[in-house]
């Protein structure tokens, strides 16, 4: 019968050696990285059975970065964090649905073995759903919508500018969409390729309504929450080894939506000769 595969992630070299010595002694095929580059292109190069890795690491990347990495490489790999935190925070919920299981470090070896042993017996879940934060967007778009209208109402400045909820949602659905595309489309932060006509627009329209300036930026600051909020509740579908650049890309694309409306508001300011 065919030894187990395992992977080991870990920096801290003598952890390394010393779970490579008991793995083998107990049968296992070991091979081990020390950061999380390294252990990416291990896992695109070869199959394993078992990953095994630190939750916290120096540099770009941590083990949550490493399990998504191998949840798209190898579905049925069993995935293993070790962490030195006897308590997770508000986020365990959402660690344990991307691994299959968080360890306490330190650990001792007969209990680590039969961990790794009894994962193995059981396997890996049959269903895995990760995706990334612009299909999740996508899929959540109505309920973010909502979301940000139910803030608005609770805003005394905003509402005492009487509005209809399609008046005051009428561009959301644009904004999502070009939201989307800049996360698909991979364009560098600080982008100005992508212009927004259903911006400008919505910069034109708030003037026309009475918006004040401040008005129209907190109106887009809400956003973002409604946005990150969103996100917050999919914690579990979304893909870790991405989600940071993703994030700094939302933020990034509502403030780029954010200048071009207010250079139309601006605009239409200067042109009704009213103080902008």
């Excluded at 296992?28 to 070869?46: H, M, R, Y």
């Excluded at 805003?155 to 904004?175: E, K, Y």
């Excluded at 991979?186 to 026309?208: I, P, Y």
């Amino acid at each position: 019968m065919k030894a187990a595969t395992i992977l080991i992630v870990d920096d801290d070299e003598l952890i390394r050696s010393s779970l490579k010595e008991v793995l083998r002694l107990e049968g296992f095929e070991v091979t081990s990285a020390g950061n999380v580059p390294d252990a990416l292109k291990l896992i695109t190069l070869n199959d394993y059975d078992v990953l095994l890795s630190d939750l916290h690491m120096p540099g770009a990347g941590d083990g949550l970065t490493v399990i998504s990495a191998m949840r798209h490489a190898n579905a049925k790999a069993v995935t293993m964090l070790l962490s030195s935190f006897p308590e997770m925070d508000a986020a365990s919920h959402a660690i344990l649905l991307q691994t299959d299981q968080i360890l306490v470090k330190p650990m001792d070896m007969p209990s680590l073995i039969a961990a790794i042993k009894e994962r193995l017996a059981i396997g890996a879940p049959a269903t895995r759903v990760v995706e990334s934060v612009a299909t999740i967007l996508e899929r959540t778009t109505e309920s973010t919508i909502q979301d940000w209208f139910a803030r608005v109402q609770n805003d005394a400045a905003l509402t005492s500018i009487v509005m209809s909820f399609d008046q005051r949602t009428h561009h959301l659905p644009q904004i999502f969409l070009d939201l989307v595309h800049r996360l698909r489309s991979f364009k560098s932060f600080g982008s100005k390729e992508l212009m927004s006509a259903a911006a400008a627009n919505h910069g034109l329209d708030r003037r026309r309504q009475g918006y004040s300036a401040a008005m129209l930026v907190e109106e887009s600051r809400m956003l973002q929450v409604s946005v990150f909020h969103t996100l917050q509740q999919n914690l579990a579908q979304i893909d870790f080894s991405i989600v940071l650049t993703e994030v700094m890309t939302i933020a990034d694309e509502i403030d780029s939506q954010l200048s071009q409306a207010m250079t139309s508001y601006i605009s239409e300011s200067v042109n009704d000769s009213l103080p902008a």
